[in-house]
C-alpha cells in the first residue's frame, strides 16, 4: 500500500509551557498552561490558505490536555512541510517554544522554523544568537511578512526584502530587515477561518473550563496607554513593531465574527480582545446597538482600559449582555492613589482610578446586576507595606459588603505579575523602584522551564524594594484568600 504524507506550506504550532508539564496525577489542566492562540494567528493562517498555501494550525497544549500520550513528534511523522511558524507571543512560551523547534526540526530537517509574536520579536537577537534551530523571526505584525517569508522559501529566493524579518543567511550571519509592515486597516483580515486549526470545537470547550473564557475576540491593535508592567502598551508596540497609532475594526466586522462563532461553537461568551476609555465610547455604543439587533444568545466581557466609564455605557452593556457569563473588569491594581500619581508622573498621566469613580463603578454593577471584577495585586511599584494594608481592608470590605450574596456583583480579583519585556518598568527598573531577576532570553527560557504550573500565577520576574519575591507570591495568596468568597459568589451562576 502506497502511504502518502499530507503536505503543507506552512504548520503553525502554539506552544506549551513545558512540554511534559507536571500535573500530577489525575490533576486537572490548570490556566498557567497558556491554550489560547494569540488572537493574529487565525487571521495569518487565513491569509496564506487565500494566497494558495496549504495551512495547518495545531495547539500543542490542547492536543495535549485532549490525549494525555499525545507526542508531537508522532504528528509530524505523518505530514510534511516547508514553513513551521511558532507563536511566542507571550513570555511563558519562551521555553515551550524553543523545544518545540528543535523537535520540529530533528522530524523536518529541512524544514525552515520561524518565530513571532511580541516577545520573539522583543528577543530576536538573542534566540537567533543561541538556538540554532531556529532559523528566522518576524517582528512585530506578522501577516505580510509571513506570507512573504513562506513565499520566498517556496521559490528559494532571497529573504532580504522580507519586511519585519530578523533571520540568519546561508554564511550564518545574522540579518535584521528594516520594520516596515504595520497593518493600516484590519478589515480585510478574517479572524475566524477556524477549520484551519486541528480539534477547533475541543479549543473553545476548554479554553472555557481551564481559562475562564472561550475566545478572545479581535477589536483592534495598539493602545494608546503605557501601564508599568505591560509590554502591549503604546510605547512598547512601537519598539517592538512600529505602531505609532490605534486601529480599530469596523463594527460590522465583528458582528460577522460573533455570528461566524456563535454559528459554529456553542459558546457562553466573548471576551473582547479591546478596552474602554474615552476616546472609544462611542465605538463601542455603537458595537453594543448593532449586536442587540441581533439575536445572539451570548455574554460579553469587556475590559475598562481608563475611566470614566459612565452610566450610559452600563445601561447600554446592560441591554446588549444577558447577566449569565458578562463582566466588565478594572485594573487600578492598587487603591493607592499616591502610587497611581507617582506612575502618572512616570509614564502615563491617564493612570488615574480615583475612589469616587471606583465607587460609582461599584454602584452601578448594582444597580445593573452586572458582575464587575476589580483587579488588585501586591507588588505593584511603590507600594509600600501601609498601601497594602489599606488594600486588604478594601478588599474585605467589598467581600463583607457584596461577597456573600449572589445578587451584588463585585469580585475582587488578583494575582502577582510579571514585567513583560518593552514595558515601562522592563525598559527602565531603576525609575520604578524595581529590580529585574532576569536578564537574557536564555535565563527567561530556563526560568520557564523551571517554573512549575500552577493555578495560582508564580512566575514573578522581579522585586521591589519593599517586597522580595517570595513576599510578593505570598501576599498575593493571601489576599486571594481573603477575598475568594466573592469569587465564588458572582458572575457565572447567575441570570437575568
Ligand atoms: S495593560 Fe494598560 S498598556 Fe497594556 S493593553 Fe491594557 S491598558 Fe494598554
Request: glycine share 6%; net charge positive.
Amino acid at each position: 500500500m502506497v502511504f502518502y504524507l499530507k503536505k503543507y506550506d506552512l504548520l503553525l504550532i502554539h506552544p506549551p509551557r513545558v512540554l511534559r508539564p507536571d500535573y500530577r496525577k489525575n490533576a486537572k489542566f490548570i490556566r498557567g498552561t497558556f491554550l489560547f492562540l494569540p488572537m493574529g494567528v487565525f487571521a495569518i493562517a487565513d491569509l496564506l490558505e487565500k494566497e494558495g498555501f496549504g495551512v495547518k494550525i495545531l495547539n500543542y497544549p490542547l492536543e495535549q490536555y485532549l490525549n494525555r500520550n499525545w507526542k508531537l513528534t508522532n504528528f509530524l511523522k505523518n505530514i510534511d512541510f516547508k514553513v513551521c511558524g511558532l507563536d511566542l507571543h507571550w513570555i511563558h512560551n519562551a521555553h515551550g517554544a524553543i523545544e518545540v523547534a528543535k523537535i520540529v526540526k530533528k522530524a523536518n530537517p529541512n524544514s525552515k522554523v520561524v518565530l513571532g509574536g511580541y516577545s520573539a520579536s522583543y528577543y530576536h537577537y538573542q534566540i537567533l544568537k543561541y538556538y540554532e534551530d531556529i532559523d528566522a523571526i518576524i517582528r512585530g505584525e506578522g501577516e505580510i511578512p509571513l506570507l512573504k517569508y513562506v513565499q520566498c522559501i517556496k521559490k528559494n529566493q532571497s529573504l532580504e526584502n522580507v519586511p519585519n524579518l530578523s533571520y540568519r543567511d546561508s554564511s550564518k550571519h545574522i540579518k535584521i530587515n528594516s520594520l516596515t509592515y504595520t497593518a493600516k486597516t484590519l478589515d480585510n483580515l478574517n479572524f475566524t477561518n477556524f477549520s484551519l486549526l486541528e480539534n477547533a470545537k475541543q479549543y473553545f470547550e476548554s479554553s472555557r473550563q481551564m481559562m475562564g473564557i472561550s475566545f478572545n475576540l479581535p477589536i483592534g491593535r495598539g493602545c494608546p496607554f503605557n501601564c508599568p508592567y505591560c509590554g502591549g502598551g503604546q510605547r512598547a508596540q512601537k519598539i517592538l513593531s512600529g505602531r505609532e497609532n490605534v486601529i480599530l475594526r469596523k463594527p460590522e466586522k465583528i458582528i460577522d465574527d460573533i455570528s461566524s462563532i456563535s454559528n459554529n461553537f456553542k459558546i457562553p461568551s466573548i471576551f473582547f480582545g479591546h478596552g474602554t476609555y474615552p476616546a472609544t465610547l462611542k465605538y463601542w455604543k455603537r458595537l453594543f446597538g448593532l449586536i442587540q439587533k441581533e439575536d445572539f444568545d451570548i455574554g460579553g466581557d469587556l475590559e475598562i482600559w481608563r475611566l470614566p466609564f459612565p452610566k450610559d455605557m452600563w445601561n447600554a452593556f446592560y441591554k446588549t449582555f444577558p447577566r449569565r457569563y458578562s463582566s466588565l473588569s478594572i485594573s487600578p491594581r492598587t487603591m493607592s492613589s499616591r502610587v497611581h500619581q507617582k506612575i502618572a508622573k512616570l509614564c502615563d498621566p491617564t493612570f488615574n482610578f480615583p475612589k469616587k469613580q471606583i465607587n460609582d463603578l461599584i454602584k452601578n454593577a448594582n444597580l445593573y446586576r452586572r458582575t464587575l471584577r476589580i483587579w488588585l495585586t501586591v507588588g505593584f511599584p511603590f507600594q509600600t507595606h501601609l498601601d497594602i494594608q489599606k488594600d486588604f481592608i478594601f478588599a474585605l470590605k467589598c467581600q463583607l459588603k457584596y461577597g456573600k450574596s449572589s445578587s451584588k456583583p463585585i469580585t475582587i480579583m488578583n494575582e502577582p505579575y510579571h514585567v513583560f519585556p518593552g514595558s515601562p518598568a522592563h525598559e527602565s527598573p531603576e525609575k520604578f523602584g524595581l529590580k529585574l531577576t532576569l536578564n537574557s532570553f536564555p535565563q527567561i527560557s530556563e526560568f520557564f522551564k523551571r517554573t512549575k504550573i500552577s493555578f495560582f500565577y508564580n512566575a514573578i520576574n522581579y522585586e521591589t524594594s519593599n517586597f522580595s519575591k517570595m513576599s510578593i507570591r505570598n501576599a498575593n495568596m493571601l489576599l486571594f484568600l481573603s477575598t475568594i468568597l466573592t469569587s465564588l459568589t458572582t458572575g457565572s451562576n447567575l441570570s437575568d
